[in-house]
Every structure is written in structure tokens, then in C-alpha cells.
């Protein structure tokens, strides 16, 4: 086996406020965009007192907005990019007034029309679709009053969300929400990002609790062996109530809604069990509307293909069992969502890193750095990048007074072991080894790493064993 590991130097640091009237920012000109690295993170510690509208330098969203800075985001794939300046503090301590532009070309001279162009308030936020090994250039600068707004601190976060590829599969197992006595079977369920089920679904009947459907059908309308899925707890007294119904007793007319309410201070756990010990098997869950809170699967944060479905890759147990606890992070009892259905298929295993490697890395080893980024291609391999593209290492984050992390990370990587190593002098380190309180990888799709307090210093890599 080889490992590889990335480097990351982390060093303290006192973010303050800028000061007027003494150097522009260090991301005033296009040729220094500060380099947003990951596919997700927040960028902070610098603001646009005293920045200036280079030569050449297209206006952003409108004439006077000529206080601008510049970062930049790399696509490792296809998807969605979302950005926000919500947080951002102006020098009267209030929200920003942001506009904000987002751009491709290599130079200021060759840039082509904006992609996004927006001035919808104060903060500002947008997604826009990015194709993978694209450099996307972000301008932002105060609204011009006039005088064009000055902000202290910049808060600009950002999240790359993977495009839901439609998956053609005979095995998938459709779950539709009904009443017993319902004869509708499915028709509160569209857009599914899954195909090759006969249209027969499954029906659960959403008014009993605790429940198990023993005897499932798959898409090809053949008896899934041994595979059942149950409907397992609650944890909250309202129940698995049908929605519109309120009790679970109560006969709903022909076009009432069938779901299961998920409120926002509660938890509902399901579990499909009879799977094959070990193997990743995609989830897709179907909401009637977008949850009022933020949905979490399994604590995970799920992607979501339109705000009605959500879908996430999970790994069934030793048993051969997948429990999906469906919850909301910090929401009130008045936030829900109702859920009209679930499928379940499975991923095809990949053939592990010499196969990425061939495609990605000009099959060198795990160990070596194809791109000459300094992230070694293993490591790369992990974090789901294409290899043969800039990475960045991850930046440090620090929100109130906790500093992490946070490694993006392929569910599908086939890995033996992965570690985070920490050093104060890069010659003796320390394994910090999971399961363990400092590294969370609740979500399938990064790897997060809490700093120890109050340290002075610290160097920090992954370490991964493929």
C-alpha cells in the first residue's frame, strides 16, 4: 500500500478591521484574486476600503462601483457553484451593500460576458452552473451610492453542489407514501432522478407506526430477496401523521396529500435492511416542498437535485442494513417537511485508485504529484478532484474562535485508511486516527478537522492509504 498525504501550514492570526486610507486590498487587481480552494468554505479577513477600478477593469453591475476585489474558484467537476456575502459588515457596522459579478478568461482583457451580474439588496447570493476544470472569477464592490459602500470584512462563503446524474437501474426499489385503502400509487411523486422501474411502487401506508414492508418489488417487477424497509422511530410525539389528516385514523378525500411530516425539532429514522453487507447503495428522498429548516440525512448535509428531492450515497452495515435518521439542524417545531416517497438503488463500485489514476493521473502512483499542484494524487483521488487540474489544499476556518478544516471527499474512493496528522516542526507527527472527536465525517462528502485551542501554531496534512 502507498501513502500519500497533503500539507497545510496553519498559523494564527488576528483578523482586523482595515483602515482607511492606507493600501488597497491585496485582491484589488484581477491578477491577484484571492484563490477560494475546495468545494466549499467561507473566505474572510479582508475588505474593499481603498480598493480601486483597475484599467480595463469592466464595471461591476453598475458605473461607481468602483471599490471592487477579485477572488477566483477552479470547477474540479461539473455542477452548481452558490455564492453568498451574507455576513459582510460595512465600515458603519452594518450589512454590506454588495454587487457582485462573476466572470471566465484568463486576463481582464479576454473576459467574457458576465455570468452573473446582480444587485438584488444589501448581501447578495446566486448559483450559476460551472463545467469542470474552469476558473471562475468573482468581482465584488459596494453599491455605489454614491460613495460606493466600504466594507470592513468581507464574509464571502461558497458550496459546489455535484450535478444528480439520472441512474437507469432495474434494481431500484420505489417506496411511495399511501394509505392502505389509497388507490393512488405515485402520483405525488415527479422529477425522479432514477429510472427503470415498471411503475410499480411500493406502498407504506403513512398512518402506522412502527411499520416494515417485508416483501419489496424492484423496477424490473421482480421480489427484491431479503430486502424489507421499516419505518423504525420517532422522536417527537406528533407522529408519523399523514399530512392534511392529523390523525392517522382519519379517511382522506381522493386528493388530499399522502406524506410523512417531518417537524422541524424532531427526528425520523428509517432503516432498509436484507442489502449487501459493505456496498453503497444511493437514497433519494422526495419532499411535497422545500423543507422550512436545513434537511440533514444521517447528520449529512444532502444534495439536492430540485428543492423537492434530495439524495445522498450511504454504505449498508455489517448486517447489511441502512438506518436513515431524517432530521433539520437547529429548526423550530413550526419548520417541516413531508416526505411522499423514498428509492433506493444500488452504486456501482468503482474500480479504485489505479483506475482513477489511468483516466486522471497518467497512471503514476498515489504517492506522486501529476498535476504539480502539491497535492499528491492520492490524495486528490479522495477528494473526488480530477487530478490532472490545480487543487488547492483546503483553507483554515475560523468561526468564532474555532478553527477547522475541512478536506472535500469522494464517497465512491475506494481507501483503506485515512488519517489526519498534526506537527509543530514538520519532523515529528502526530496521528489523530478516526474514529476520533477532532475529525467528523458524519457527511459521506468531506472529511472535517477541529484545530486543538489555543495552539500557537500548527501543521496539519491527510494522510490516505488507497
Known amino acids: 500500500m502507498t501513502t500519500h498525504h497533503s500539507l497545510i501550514r496553519i498559523a494564527s492570526a488576528l483578523l482586523g478591521s482595515a483602515t482607511m486610507g492606507l493600501a488597497a486590498p491585496v485582491n484589488d487587481d484581477f491578477a491577484n484574486a484571492i484563490n477560494l480552494a475546495g468545494n466549499s468554505g467561507t473566505q474572510t479577513g479582508t ?21 471592487t476585489v477579485w477572488f477566483k474558484w477552479t470547477a474540479s ?8 456575502t451574507t455576513g459582510s459588515i460595512n465600515i458603519g457596522s452594518s450589512e454590506w451593500d454588495a ?46 451610492n454614491p460613495p460606493a459602500d466600504a466594507a470592513s470584512n468581507i464574509l464571502l462563503t461558497w458550496s459546489f453542489v455535484p450535478p444528480l446524474l439520472t441512474v437507469n437501474s432495474p434494481d431500484v426499489i420505489s417506496i411511495d407514501v399511501v394509505r392502505t385503502d389509497s388507490t393512488a400509487v405515485s402520483g405525488d411523486i415527479t422529477g425522479s432522478p432514477v429510472t427503470g422501474q415498471t411503475g410499480l411502487w411500493n406502498r407504506l401506508n403513512g398512518g402506522t407506526e412502527p411499520q416494515t414492508l417485508s416483501t419489496l418489488t ?15 422511530s420517532k422522536s417527537d410525539p406528533s407522529g408519523f401523521q399523514i399530512s392534511g389528516s392529523g390523525a392517522s385514523g382519519v379517511v382522506l378525500a381522493a386528493n388530499d396529500p ?63 442494513k441502512i438506518t436513515v435518521v431524517v432530521g433539520f439542524n437547529g429548526a423550530a417545531h413550526s419548520d417541516y417537511m413531508e416526505i411522499s416517497g423514498f428509492q433506493l438503488y444500488p452504486v456501482a463500485a468503482t474500480g479504485g485508485y489505479d483506475d482513477w489514476a489511468a483516466t486522471n493521473a497518467g497512471a503514476q502512483a498515489a504517492d506522486l504529484d501529476f498535476d504539480g499542484d502539491g497535492v499528491p494524487n492520492g490524495v486528490e483521488y479522495f477528494m473526488g478532484a480530477t487530478g490532472s487540474t490545480f487543487t488547492a489544499n483546503p483553507p483554515l476556518v475560523t468561526t468564532a474562535g474555532v478553527s477547522t478544516v475541512t478536506w472535500p471527499r469522494d464517497p465512491a474512493a475506494v481507501i483503506a485508511s485515512f488519517m489526519v496528522q498534526e506537527s509543530d516542526n514538520l519532523s515529528s507527527w502526530t496521528d489523530i486516527v478516526p474514529p476520533n472527536a ?3 465525517e458524519s457527511n459521506p462528502n468531506q472529511v472535517v478537522y477541529t484545530l486543538p485551542s489555543g495552539a500557537p501554531k500548527k501543521f496539519c496534512r491527510l494522510v490516505v492509504t488507497p
Open 438 to 440: 477532532s475529525i467528523n
Open 99 to 144: 454587487a457582485i459579478c462573476v466572470y471566465t478568461g484568463a486576463t481582464l482583457a479576454t473576459l467574457n460576458a458576465p455570468l452573473v451580474s446582480q444587485d438584488t439588496g444589501l448581501d447578495e447570493s446566486c448559483s450559476l452552473p460551472v463545467t469542470a476544470g474552469t476558473t471562475y472569477f468573482i468581482q465584488a464592490g459596494g453599491y455605489p
Open 47 to 67: 475588505g474593499n476600503v481603498d480598493a480601486t477600478l483597475e484599467s480595463g477593469e469592466p464595471d461591476c453591475v453598475y458605473p461607481g462601483t468602483d471599490n
Open 77 to 84: 467537476q461539473s455542477g452548481t457553484l452558490n455564492l453568498s
Open 258 to 320: 399522502e406524506r410523512l411530516w417531518v417537524t422541524g425539532d424532531g427526528t425520523r429514522t428509517f432503516a432498509f435492511s436484507g442489502l449487501t453487507s459493505g456496498a453503497t447503495y444511493g437514497l433519494v428522498i422526495f419532499n411535497s416542498g422545500p423543507p422550512q429548516g436545513s434537511l440533514t440525512i444521517n447528520g449529512g448535509t444532502p444534495h439536492t437535485a430540485v428543492p423537492t428531492i434530495f439524495y445522498t450515497n450511504e454504505v449498508a452495515d455489517g448486517t447489511g
Open 218 to 232: 424492484n423496477g424490473a417487477g421482480a421480489t427484491a430477496a431479503g430486502v424489507s424497509f421499516s419505518i423504525v
